[in-house]
């Protein structure tokens, strides 16, 4: 089990879960942030902090954003487990669902 980062962080990405990660396994795409789900350890700690409720333990997942755990996972096909995000840095591509999506504008 993991946890996933849905629609709420796309344009946004806002970067508190990232410092709050214990080990490191929130990556930086163009338009989202994605959690590794095998570098993941189930901790929760960045749940609380997201700003913009984002992040769900995966069983809790949101019906309407159920296809957001296909492209965290699908998000690592092409990188493996670097073993962190930091030494690998912000990555310039996203999942296909993602990059299709329209801008999405923050919420006031």
């Not at 350890?41 to 984002?54: I, L, Q, S, T, Y």
């Not at 296809?67 to 073993?83: C, H, K, L, M, Q």
Request: proline share 9%.
């Amino acid at each position: 089990m993991t946890y996933v980062i849905a629609l709420p962080c796309v344009d946004l990405k806002d970067k508190a879960c990232i410092d709050e990660c214990p080990v490191d396994c929130i990556y930086e795409g163009a338009r989202s942030l994605y959690i590794h789900p095998d570098e993941c350890v189930d901790c929760g700690a960045c749940e609380p902090v997201c700003p913009v409720e984002a992040i769900y333990y995966e069983d809790d997942l949101p019906a309407q954003w159920q296809d957001y755990y296909t492209a965290n996972v699908e998000f690592f096909s092409e990188i493996g487990s670097p073993g962190g995000a930091a030494r690998s840095g912000a990555l310039s591509f996203d999942h296909p669902i993602i990059a299709a999506l329209p801008a999405q504008q923050p919420s006031a």
